[in-house]
DNA sequence: AAGAAGATCAAT
DNA sequence: TTGATCTTCTTG
Protein backbone atom coordinates (compact mmCIF):
# COMPACT_ATOMS: atom_id res chain seq x y z
CA UNK A 1 0.00 0.00 0.00
CA UNK A 2 1.40 3.39 -0.74
CA UNK A 3 0.81 6.14 1.36
CA UNK A 4 1.56 9.72 0.72
CA UNK A 5 -1.00 11.36 3.70
CA UNK A 6 -3.40 10.37 6.51
CA UNK A 7 -6.25 9.33 4.10
CA UNK A 8 -9.13 9.73 6.10
CA UNK A 9 -11.70 6.56 4.40
CA UNK A 10 -14.88 5.38 5.21
CA UNK A 11 -17.99 7.68 6.57
CA UNK A 12 -20.31 7.62 9.61
CA UNK A 13 -19.31 8.90 13.19
CA UNK A 14 -16.41 6.89 13.54
CA UNK A 15 -13.67 7.98 10.85
CA UNK A 16 -11.15 5.16 9.76
CA UNK A 17 -7.95 5.49 8.87
CA UNK A 18 -5.31 4.12 6.92
CA UNK A 19 -5.21 0.63 7.82
CA UNK A 20 -7.77 0.45 9.98
CA UNK A 21 -11.20 -1.49 9.69
CA UNK A 22 -13.51 -0.64 12.67
CA UNK A 23 -13.95 2.05 15.92
CA UNK A 24 -11.44 3.08 17.87
CA UNK A 25 -10.06 0.63 20.92
CA UNK A 26 -12.01 2.28 23.88
CA UNK A 27 -11.09 2.55 27.50
CA UNK A 28 -12.34 -1.26 28.03
CA UNK A 29 -10.00 -2.89 26.19
CA UNK A 30 -6.80 -0.94 28.47
CA UNK A 31 -9.64 -2.50 31.88
CA UNK A 32 -7.73 -6.15 31.63
CA UNK A 33 -4.39 -7.38 32.01
CA UNK A 34 -1.58 -5.50 31.17
CA UNK A 35 -0.22 -8.71 29.51
CA UNK A 36 -3.48 -9.53 27.49
CA UNK A 37 -3.31 -5.94 26.19
CA UNK A 38 -0.03 -6.28 24.82
CA UNK A 39 -0.23 -9.65 22.97
CA UNK A 40 -3.33 -7.64 21.50
CA UNK A 41 -2.20 -4.55 20.80
CA UNK A 42 0.10 -5.98 18.20
CA UNK A 43 -1.65 -5.20 14.69
CA UNK A 44 -3.74 -2.54 15.66
CA UNK A 45 -3.24 1.00 14.25
CA UNK A 46 -1.77 3.37 16.19
CA UNK A 47 -2.46 7.07 14.74
CA UNK A 48 -1.32 10.52 16.14
CA UNK A 49 -2.20 13.59 13.98
CA UNK A 50 -1.04 12.57 10.88
CA UNK A 51 0.71 10.06 11.56
CA UNK A 52 -0.30 6.46 11.59
CA UNK A 53 1.29 2.87 11.88
CA UNK A 54 1.00 -0.74 12.55
CA UNK A 55 1.94 -1.64 16.85
CA UNK A 56 4.62 -4.66 15.55
CA UNK A 57 6.08 -5.20 18.59
CA UNK A 58 5.02 -4.52 22.30
CA UNK A 59 6.23 -5.17 26.12
CA UNK A 60 4.23 -6.32 29.46
CA UNK A 61 5.00 -4.92 32.46
CA UNK A 62 3.41 -5.55 35.92
CA UNK A 63 2.47 -4.06 39.43
CA UNK A 64 2.98 -7.35 40.73
CA UNK A 65 5.46 -10.33 40.64
CA UNK A 66 7.71 -8.10 37.94
CA UNK A 67 10.58 -6.22 39.55
CA UNK A 68 11.45 -4.30 35.67
CA UNK A 69 7.95 -2.17 35.84
CA UNK A 70 8.62 1.09 37.34
CA UNK A 71 5.65 0.72 39.70
CA UNK A 72 8.81 -1.70 41.75
CA UNK A 73 11.90 0.92 41.94
CA UNK A 74 9.60 4.21 41.43
CA UNK A 75 7.36 5.91 44.14
CA UNK A 76 6.46 8.76 41.18
CA UNK A 77 5.38 5.33 38.89
CA UNK A 78 3.36 4.03 41.79
CA UNK A 79 1.42 7.80 41.81
CA UNK A 80 0.61 7.81 38.70
CA UNK A 81 -0.87 4.29 38.40
CA UNK A 82 -3.21 5.88 41.47
CA UNK A 83 -3.56 9.41 40.16
CA UNK A 84 -5.10 7.95 35.91
CA UNK A 85 -7.58 5.63 34.37
CA UNK A 86 -6.87 3.06 32.39
CA UNK A 87 -5.32 4.01 28.53
CA UNK A 88 -3.81 7.02 30.10
CA UNK A 89 0.03 7.44 28.32
CA UNK A 90 2.79 6.95 30.69
CA UNK A 91 5.98 8.61 28.62
CA UNK A 92 9.11 9.21 30.12
CA UNK A 93 13.17 10.16 29.32
CA UNK A 94 15.68 7.67 29.77
CA UNK A 95 18.90 7.75 28.92
CA UNK A 96 19.13 11.53 29.22
CA UNK A 97 17.93 11.16 25.58
CA UNK A 98 14.81 9.13 24.27
CA UNK A 99 11.49 9.38 25.26
CA UNK A 100 9.29 5.84 25.88
CA UNK A 101 5.85 5.68 25.80
CA UNK A 102 3.55 3.32 27.63
CA UNK A 103 0.19 2.43 27.93
CA UNK A 104 -1.59 2.75 31.24
CA UNK A 105 -3.67 -0.97 31.98
CA UNK A 106 -5.75 -1.30 35.36
CA UNK A 107 -8.09 -4.28 35.57
CA UNK A 108 -11.46 -2.69 37.34
CA UNK A 109 -12.41 -6.77 38.79
CA UNK A 110 -8.64 -8.15 39.63
CA UNK A 111 -7.29 -4.77 40.09
CA UNK A 112 -4.06 -5.67 37.97
CA UNK A 113 -2.35 -3.08 36.93
CA UNK A 114 0.38 -2.64 34.68
CA UNK A 115 1.64 -1.06 31.30
CA UNK A 116 2.03 -1.72 27.77
CA UNK A 117 5.56 -0.52 26.66
CA UNK A 118 5.02 0.34 22.43
CA UNK A 119 8.37 -0.72 21.21
CA UNK A 120 7.90 -0.83 17.07
CA UNK A 121 5.33 0.34 14.42
CA UNK A 122 5.03 -0.12 10.70
CA UNK A 123 4.61 3.22 9.61
CA UNK A 124 1.92 3.48 7.03
CA UNK A 125 0.81 7.11 7.29
CA UNK A 126 2.55 10.42 7.72
CA UNK A 127 5.92 8.76 6.79
CA UNK A 128 7.52 11.89 5.40
CA UNK A 129 7.06 13.83 8.92
CA UNK A 130 8.66 10.91 10.28
CA UNK A 131 11.77 11.57 8.40
CA UNK A 132 11.95 15.35 9.52
CA UNK A 133 11.71 14.36 13.26
CA UNK A 134 14.05 11.01 12.78
CA UNK A 135 16.47 12.67 10.56
CA UNK A 136 16.22 9.90 8.80
CA UNK A 137 14.85 8.23 5.35
CA UNK A 138 14.66 4.27 5.37
CA UNK A 139 11.12 3.42 6.92
CA UNK A 140 12.84 0.83 8.92
CA UNK A 141 14.91 3.52 10.73
CA UNK A 142 11.52 5.34 11.55
CA UNK A 143 9.79 3.39 14.56
CA UNK A 144 11.76 0.39 15.04
CA UNK A 145 12.10 1.12 18.69
CA UNK A 146 10.72 2.49 21.56
CA UNK A 147 12.54 5.80 21.54
CA UNK A 148 12.98 5.95 17.51
CA UNK A 149 8.86 5.76 17.80
CA UNK A 150 7.91 8.63 19.89
CA UNK A 151 10.52 10.85 18.15
CA UNK A 152 8.86 9.97 14.76
CA UNK A 153 5.36 10.68 16.37
CA UNK A 154 6.44 13.43 18.27
CA UNK A 155 5.48 12.10 21.98
CA UNK A 156 7.51 13.76 24.50
CA UNK A 157 6.80 14.80 28.16
CA UNK A 158 3.88 16.70 27.60
CA UNK A 159 2.06 14.02 26.55
CA UNK A 160 2.55 12.30 29.82
CA UNK A 161 -0.95 11.49 31.65
CA UNK A 162 -2.75 12.66 28.38
CA UNK A 163 -5.61 9.29 27.71
CA UNK A 164 -4.85 6.98 24.71
CA UNK A 165 -8.59 6.07 24.91
CA UNK A 166 -9.41 7.64 21.41
CA UNK A 167 -9.87 11.27 20.54
CA UNK A 168 -9.27 13.94 18.04
CA UNK A 169 -5.46 14.03 18.52
CA UNK A 170 -4.50 10.33 18.85
CA UNK A 171 -5.63 6.49 19.59
CA UNK A 172 -5.31 2.56 18.44
CA UNK A 173 -7.69 1.30 15.67
CA UNK A 174 -8.50 -2.12 15.03
CA UNK A 175 -7.01 -3.45 11.73
CA UNK A 176 -7.55 -6.44 9.27
CA UNK A 177 -3.55 -7.21 10.55
CA UNK A 178 -4.81 -7.81 14.23
CA UNK A 179 -6.50 -11.20 12.99
CA UNK A 180 -3.66 -11.68 10.34
CA UNK A 181 -0.58 -11.73 12.01
CA UNK A 182 0.88 -14.42 13.80
CA UNK A 183 1.81 -12.98 17.09
CA UNK A 184 4.72 -14.62 19.03
CA UNK A 185 6.40 -14.12 22.66
CA UNK A 186 9.58 -13.39 23.67
CA UNK A 187 11.73 -12.02 26.68
CA UNK A 188 12.21 -8.35 27.50
CA UNK A 189 14.73 -6.25 26.15
CA UNK A 190 16.67 -3.85 27.77
CA UNK A 191 16.44 -5.15 31.57
CA UNK A 192 18.19 -6.35 34.03
CA UNK A 193 15.62 -7.37 36.35
CA UNK A 194 12.74 -10.10 35.79
CA UNK A 195 14.13 -11.04 32.78
CA UNK A 196 12.19 -15.11 33.00
CA UNK A 197 8.88 -13.43 31.71
CA UNK A 198 8.23 -14.09 28.47
CA UNK A 199 6.18 -10.30 27.92
CA UNK A 200 7.32 -8.99 25.13
CA UNK A 201 4.91 -9.38 21.58
CA UNK A 202 5.96 -9.42 18.40
CA UNK A 203 4.69 -9.39 14.95
CA UNK A 204 6.30 -12.91 12.90
CA UNK A 205 8.66 -11.82 10.11
CA UNK A 206 8.00 -8.41 10.30
CA UNK A 207 11.07 -6.29 9.26
CA UNK A 208 10.18 -3.17 11.34
CA UNK A 209 10.64 -4.85 14.75
CA UNK A 210 13.44 -3.22 17.26
CA UNK A 211 15.43 -6.80 18.03
CA UNK A 212 14.15 -10.22 16.21
CA UNK A 213 12.41 -12.74 17.99
CA UNK A 214 15.10 -15.02 19.51
CA UNK A 215 17.74 -12.62 19.35
CA UNK A 216 17.38 -10.79 23.37
CA UNK A 217 20.43 -12.00 25.36
C1' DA B 1 25.44 16.97 47.85
C1' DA B 2 26.87 13.21 45.25
C1' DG B 3 26.52 8.77 42.97
C1' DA B 4 24.44 5.05 40.44
C1' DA B 5 21.35 2.91 37.29
C1' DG B 6 18.55 3.04 33.53
C1' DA B 7 12.35 -0.28 29.28
C1' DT B 8 18.13 3.57 23.98
C1' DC B 9 20.39 4.78 19.83
C1' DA B 10 23.91 5.52 16.33
C1' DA B 11 28.56 5.61 15.10
C1' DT B 12 32.95 2.95 15.18
C1' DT C 1 31.52 -2.08 21.58
C1' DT C 2 31.26 2.54 23.15
C1' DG C 3 29.91 7.34 24.08
C1' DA C 4 26.22 10.65 24.59
C1' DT C 5 23.19 12.61 28.02
C1' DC C 6 19.96 13.51 32.24
C1' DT C 7 16.16 12.24 35.41
C1' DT C 8 14.81 9.71 39.43
C1' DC C 9 15.89 7.79 43.49
C1' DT C 10 19.06 6.54 47.34
C1' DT C 11 22.61 7.49 50.59
C1' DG C 12 25.44 10.47 53.52
Known sequence: MKTGGPNRVGSGAQPCWVGASGPPLGRDFFEREAVACAREL??????????AGIVVETEAYSEHGDEACHTFFRPSARRF????????AY???NYGMYWLTNVLIKNPRTGERGFVLLRALEPVAGLDLMRRRRGRENPRDLCSGPGKLSMAFGLDGADHGKSFVASAEHGFFPSPETSRLEVVADRRVGISRSRNHAWRFLAAGNPHVSVKFGRVK
Open 81 to 88: VEEHDAGA
Open 42 to 51: VGAVFRRGDC
Open 91 to 93: VYF
